[in-house]
């Protein structure tokens, strides 16, 4: 298991912290997402034998929070 701290600067409410979390949630490897609208990060635990954190990085960016790297 890996963990990753990705900074979105466009989450700006739980709202979109609840969309990531949604569409993060469903892809394999996956074990735990979760947003902070004021520091502008997503933090997530996953297998990267399963999805790697590329996986990650689109999916958030086709809900329209693209990771600044």
């Known amino acids: 298991m890996e ?5 979105a600067p466009d989450i700006s ?3 979109c912290v609840q969309t990531i979390k949604t ?3 469903k892809l394999p ?13 997503v933090v997530v635990e996953y297998d990267p034998g399963q999805t790697p954190l590329g996986g990650i990085e689109a999916a958030l960016e086709e809900e329209g929070y ?3 790297k």
């Open 29 to 41: 490897g996956v074990q735990f997402i979760s947003g902070d609208p004021d520091g502008k990060q």
């Open 23 to 25: 569409s993060v949630e």
């Open 13 to 15: 409410c739980d709202h």
């Open 66 to 68: 693209p990771v600044k």
């Open 3 to 7: 963990r990753a701290t990705l900074e």
